[in-house]
């Protein structure tokens, strides 16, 4: 069947995907939140800002698939004709609601949860579920059954942990939600698969008001970029928040904005942004339109960009280094100035290859290094030129 419709001629090449994306938010993770009350999704929202909006966006398989195709995995940077582009810790803030405030706050620290660790964080008193605890995951449907079903409290009875006080069950809920959620929509697995050290984010959170999940965000989405450069069948970074941010830094707007409009959610605004604007279709339409873009076709600052300071590299590098869910990616503010509201120069040509890599047992995290020089990254009042 031809996924453009009857009649559509495109080469064989752009109706094959090279990889797999999040193509759609899943309907039970959709119902969950609608069914939630407006206290439960004021505490999912005290935790997701507004990544919640992704539910309600259409992801577009052939942009990403096409940005691939400008990825330098050695630079982290797409590489264009004339110019280079990367997601910013700033601009990834912004879609979120929380890039105020970046320079001062925590980036959140990965952790291995076991199975054992994983129902306990969750408050869930069983150690049958079956053998994909064993291998560092569980499906939707799992958290579902015990927390999104209205029923839930009362079928799974004493196999969670609530003292059979209905509220504290809803409480538990919305930890769960947001595991579920992190785990399908921003940091996903192919299959639908949620990792279990998503579990620690909730603790971080209640313990470090100032913690930030940001820096974790972007360095799994550049670590899928390079990961499907390479050949993998799957994107496990969040491909909606890369479309939203490379669409925004392509789409012309109007001087004149109205900023009430979205009430700062500029990721449930998208759609209404892009409605006057035609976009290519199919993958290598995009991958044209990608060659033929030029430094004077790109918007360089978002018109809601939000920071009052922007990060732009440390004391003792020429660039951060982020710690995703899954590896470590470095990250080079320098070589996208523009995009800071700064005069772009010439950026220093540092090696960046020993802060790539894959969390392992066998491989040592070099936390304090990495916190040395995040705790020492310089901040910088932008300046639109």
């Known amino acids: 069947m031809n996924p453009y419709g009857k009649g559509d001629k495109r080469q064989r090449e752009d109706q094959s995907p090279r990889f797999m994306i999040v193509d759609k938010a899943p ?24 990544l919640r909006s992704l539910l309600y966006v259409e992801p577009r398989r052939d942009l990403i698939e096409a940005l691939v195709h400008f990825w330098d995995p050695l630079r982290n940077v797409f590489r264009f004709s004339d110019c280079e582009l990367t997601p910013t810790l700033e601009e990834i803030g912004a879609f979120i609601g929380k890039g105020k405030h970046l320079h001062i706050e925590e980036p959140m620290i990965p952790k291995h949860i076991n199975g054992r660790r994983f129902l306990e964080l969750l408050h869930i008193n069983e150690n049958d579920i079956g053998g994909c605890l064993d291998n560092g995951w569980v499906p939707l449907e799992f958290l579902y059954k015990r927390y999104g079903k209205s029923d839930g409290f009362e079928v799974y009875g004493k196999k969670l942990r609530n003292n059979g006080c209905r509220l504290t069950w809803e409480a538990h809920s919305y930890d769960a939600f947001v595991v579920a959620f992190l785990g399908i ?17 909730i603790t971080a959170f209640e313990k470090k008001p100032n913690i930030t999940l940001v820096p974790m965000i972007l360095a799994d989405i550049y670590r899928a970029l390079t990961m499907c ?48 604007h035609s976009f290519p279709k199919g993958i290598e339409a995009w991958k044209q339109h990608l060659n033929n873009l030029t430094a004077d076709n790109i918007v360089w600052n978002y018109h809601w960009f939000p920071s009052a300071e922007v990060i732009y590299m440390s004391t003792f590098r020429s660039f951060i280094v982020l710690m995703g869910l899954r590896g470590v990616q470095p990250y080079m503010p320098l070589r996208v100035m523009r ?26 995290l070099r936390q304090s290094e990495i916190f040395k020089i995040w705790g020492d990254a310089y901040s910088q009042v932008p300046t639109i030129w």
């Open 229 to 276: 450069k390479d050949g993998k069948d799957y994107f496990e970074g969040c491909n909606i928040l890369l479309q939203l941010w490379m669409i925004e830094h392509i789409r012309h707007h109007s001087y004149a904005v109205d900023f009430k409009v979205e009430w700062n959610d500029y990721i449930g605004g998208h759609k209404e942004r892009i409605k006057d």
């Open 185 to 201: 929509m921003v940091f996903p697995k192919k299959g639908g698969k949620i990792s279990m050290n998503l579990a620690a984010v």
């Open 339 to 364: 995009q800071l509201g700064r005069r772009q120069f010439i950026p220093p040509n540092e090696d960046m290859r020993e802060f790539m890599y894959e969390f392992h047992p066998k491989t040592p």
């Open 27 to 50: 309907t039970l993770l959709k119902t969950w939140y609608e069914n939630m009350t407006n206290h439960g999704r004021g505490m999912v929202f005290k935790r997701l800002g507004f």
